[in-house]
């Protein structure tokens, strides 16, 4: 009987330790259980923090790229805006150079002009007599010329030059009063380039040719009559082109001498 007690007594304690056991084991489970939610945390934390990494990393990366690309627009921009200053620089020289050299031009217009007129005054009386009242007319300052200023004439002038070598390329023909041995009569005159100067009188009876060397009109013969209205008809369309044989009005040394 005394043995039943420590036998219940040792089972209890038996019972005891495999109860203790039990709770142990439980305590282990939910520490590692802990343990691994902790870790499941710091892994999504530290995962968080390398996500946050990364995205400013990209932002970062981002934000260089786009740096980059303004620094290269700026040093294009920079580049195009340096020529552009440069050559803004050398059109300024250049106009402030021609700006000095405009003053001296200015100032020597008056006798620039002066001299223009000079020398086409004196073609003009050298040349052939024709229409010389009308072309000594467009060099001479007329009363309502006043108001023009120095480059306006001398525009007038290079114009009445253009007309001057005009006259050395065409025929033309018209009929004016002629002042010959105190007569004054009206006849048709006829001019052939610078070459040649005619006239004829209405009837064809009469006419001439302008002597460069004498200075005076040289009758003409029956056939060069003709010639000479052969010559007008030319001019006024009434006959095709054709050769004309007629004296000239200069020589060949005279010639040679102008074009000279």
Do not use: C
Not at 37 to 56: G, K, L, N, Y
Not at 57 to 69: A, N
Not at 88 to 104: I, M, S
Not at 199 to 226: C, F, I, K, M
Request: aromatic share 6%; net charge negative; no cysteine.
């Amino acid at each position: 009987m005394l043995n039943r007690p420590f036998f219940a007594l040792h089972g209890w304690w038996l019972v005891g330790m495999l109860t203790s056991g039990t709770l142990l084991a439980s305590d282990q489970a939910v520490a590692q259980a802990a343990e691994r939610i902790e870790a499941q945390h710091t892994q999504a934390a530290f995962q968080q923090q390398i996500d946050t990494a990364d995205e400013q990393t990209r932002s970062q990366w981002e934000e260089l790229r786009r740096l980059e690309r303004e620094t290269r627009q700026l040093t294009a921009d920079n580049a195009s805006l340096t020529e552009r200053l440069a050559k803004e620089a050398e059109r300024q020289q250049r106009l402030a150079t021609a700006l000095d050299a405009l003053d001296e031009t200015r100032a020597a217009l008056p006798v620039i002009e002066q001299n223009m007129a000079e020398q086409l005054s004196q073609w003009i009386n050298r040349d052939l007599p024709f229409l010389r009242d009308e072309r000594l007319a467009r060099v001479e300052r007329q009363p309502d010329e006043r108001g023009e200023n120095t480059s306006e004439r001398i525009n007038r002038l290079l114009e009445a030059w253009r007309v001057e070598l005009g006259y050395g390329q065409d025929m033309d023909s018209w009929r004016g009063r002629l002042s010959q041995n105190g007569r004054e009569r009206e006849v048709d005159f006829l001019r052939i380039g610078r070459i040649g100067f005619y006239y004829l009188t209405p009837d064809g009876r009469e006419g001439g040719v302008w002597s460069a060397q004498s200075g005076a009109w040289q009758p003409l013969n029956d056939e060069h009559l003709r010639e000479v209205r052969s010559g007008l008809r030319i001019v006024e369309d009434q006959r095709a082109p054709d050769l004309l044989t007629l004296p000239l009005s200069i020589s060949v040394i005279d010639q040679q001498g102008e074009q000279q």
